[in-house]
């Protein structure tokens, strides 16, 4: 099977005068059982880093829902390291799907109130776990930082192997160290970024400041800079929110795509946007190819008659 498969596009997506559109998607949700899509290309240093510094706890950050802590607990279950997680938010009496497989994979939990959350590193929970805790190695929220990234530009190697003659990548940011990664690898061409966040126009500069630090000297800034395109106004009403719009589209791409399940915080948005600039005949790429970051574990976080894979 590869990797590299072709998405069916509806009529209204071939109207365009200048390009007869062709849309495949690397299934990055079929790689690595544990740890889907990005997140172990953002967890692979972080290991290393760990065992380097002889590390006996691995701790990180997230939500709730989070498809981070999600592959976090499920890769480090198969490893010598104990694994603590800094949750977002008091825990309820009734963990989320994501915290209770977390708890079965011996993940140690600790609620953060949320503006100590916001805190990161100099936390007052971050502190409390270091006392309790000896030699911890911390990797931050999404698995981001250089580390991540570095994954990421990795990842970048293994997609172009499989074909590089692609117009254009897109990729679905949250922390953008994704984004970063892949925009920092020479083989990469195009690279039009889609933010499930709102009110994040300025992660542009951080993700072109951190693709600047991998990239080195084997491209500048400016080069960097000029294939980079970042939206921000793509999040169909804000984080892990859908619009009408949206879960209109959502059914209709799993009814003619039931093979390719998109996720509902990111990869569904990014593709919606792709639909409808194609539409429009605004796309101006004649190949591209939709990096599929996993996160399919996030639907558990919605009603099952909000999936429209749950029956496909």
């Not at 990180?60 to 010598?80: E, I, K, Q, V, Y």
């Not at 938010?89 to 209770?100: D, H, S, V």
């Not at 939709?290 to 894979?309: A, C, E, M, V």
Request: glycine share 8%; net charge negative.
């Amino acid at each position: 099977m590869s990797f590299i498969q072709p998405i069916t596009l509806p009529p209204a997506c071939q109207q365009s005068p200048k390009f007869q559109y062709e849309l495949d998607i690397y299934r990055g949700d079929l790689e690595h059982p544990n740890a889907p899509g990005n997140k172990w290309h953002k967890l692979q240093h972080h290991l290393k880093a760990a065992e380097k510094q002889n590390a006996s706890v691995i701790a990180t950050f997230g939500g709730p829902f989070s498809n981070h802590l999600h592959a976090f607990g499920m890769t480090l279950r198969a490893l010598s390291f104990k694994a603590v997680a800094v949750v977002r938010g008091e825990l309820q009496p009734q963990l989320t799907p994501t915290l209770r497989d977390m708890v079965e994979d011996a993940v140690e939990l600790w609620p953060s109130l949320r503006s100590d959350y916001r805190l990161g590193m100099d936390s007052q929970i971050v502190s409390e776990i270091n006392k309790h805790h000896d030699n911890v190695y911390w990797v931050p929220e999404g698995g981001g930082g250089d580390l991540g990234a570095m994954g990421c530009h990795d990842w970048a190697n293994d997609i172009s192997a499989i074909d590089n003659k692609y117009d254009a990548w897109v990729v679905s940011s949250g922390t953008g160290t994704t984004a970063a990664g892949l925009l920092s690898n020479i083989n990469t061409p195009d690279l039009h970024v889609f933010s499930a966040l709102k009110g994040e126009p300025a992660q542009r500069s951080l993700i072109l400041d951190l693709a600047s630090q991998l990239a080195a000297e084997s491209m500048s800034k400016e080069s960097l800079d000029a294939k980079l395109f970042f939206h921000s106004d793509c999040h169909e009403g804000g984080y892990a929110k859908h619009s009408p719009a949206l879960i209109t589209f959502m059914r209709e791409f799993a009814q003619v795509n039931p093979n390719y399940p998109l996720d509902p915080v990111y990869t569904s948005k990014s593709m919606f946007a792709i639909f409808n600039a194609m539409k429009e005949g605004a796309w101006p790429y004649h190949r591209t190819l939709f990096i599929h970051t996993g996160g399919l574990q996030g639907w558990r976080g919605y009603s099952k008659d909000t999936n429209p894979y749950a029956c496909s």
